[in-house]
């Protein structure tokens, strides 16, 4: 199983940036998608989550302003992040929950993607 982020770029204060995150590979179930963000130096931390019934978590600094979904026919999670300020700039990395059912059991998964470079400049 592996994840693929998309959509980082260089942007200005205020504008907009839609991050996306494609799961391949065997799976039976997405249990849940997360995406985090590291800004250098500092530790890597939670940025919103939801649950394959969609219901959704945020940090306090989104505010508001970043949405989290989740396609599962596509396996593909976006965020969407509105009004961006320079202390968005970070990595952001996607994570997935998957389930693997086999014939003989089922596996659960943690996997994390190569992240998206986000950069806001004033």
């Known amino acids: 199983v592996h994840l693929v982020e998309s959509g980082g770029d260089l942007v200005q204060a205020g504008n907009s940036l839609r991050l996306s995150c494609v799961v391949s590979g065997y799976v039976s179930r997405l249990d849940g998608m997360a995406w985090y963000r590291q800004a250098p130096g500092k530790q890597r931390e939670l940025v919103a989550s939801i649950t394959r019934r969609r219901r959704t978590d945020y940090a306090d600094f989104v505010n508001g302003r970043f949405t989290i979904s989740m396609d599962s026919s596509k396996n593909t999670a976006y965020l969407q992040m509105n009004n961006l300020t320079p202390e968005d700039t970070a990595m952001y990395f996607c994570?997935?929950?998957?389930?693997?059912?086999?014939?003989?059991?089922?596996?659960?998964?943690?996997?994390w993607g190569q992240g998206t470079q986000v950069t806001v400049s004033s």
């Open positions: 994570k997935a929950d998957v389930f693997q059912d086999y014939d003989v059991g089922y596996k659960n998964l943690e996997v």
